[in-house]
């Protein structure tokens, strides 16, 4: 069964810097699309950035320039790199993995709050 864990969420002033992690186990056969969403209350969840199996990265406009997204396909893992943060990016942030083997799976989502 496949898994994903978060990590590296928690709380920084505007104008830092986080770096998420999301650590992928269990049987996941080919190397997914994987990507970051974040969700406020009351809002739909929305996408942050992806990045597919071949390397191409897609990022929402709202972070682009802020974001970069990585992954290490050795360890299975994702990564998300925020800097000049920024009050609105406070949410819940949950990483997603697919890919035709096992369909979609999303993590547990870490807490960013970014303080003005």
Do not use: H
Request: glycine share 12%; hydrophobic share 35%.
């Amino acid at each position: 069964q496949v898994q994903l864990v978060e990590s590296g969420g928690g709380l920084v002033q505007a104008g830092g810097s986080l770096r998420l992690s999301c650590v992928a186990s269990g049987s996941i056969f080919s190397l997914p699309f994987m990507a970051w969403y974040r969700q406020t209350p009351g809002k739909q969840r929305e996408l942050v950035a992806a990045v597919t199996s071949g390397g191409t990265t897609n990022y929402a406009d709202s972070v682009k320039g802020r974001c970069t997204i990585s992954r290490d396909n050795a360890k299975n893992t994702v990564y998300l790199q925020m800097s000049s943060l920024k009050p609105e990016d406070t949410a819940v942030y949950y990483c997603k993995l697919w890919n035709a083997q096992i369909g979609t799976r999303w993590g547990q989502g870490t807490q960013v709050t970014v303080s003005s």
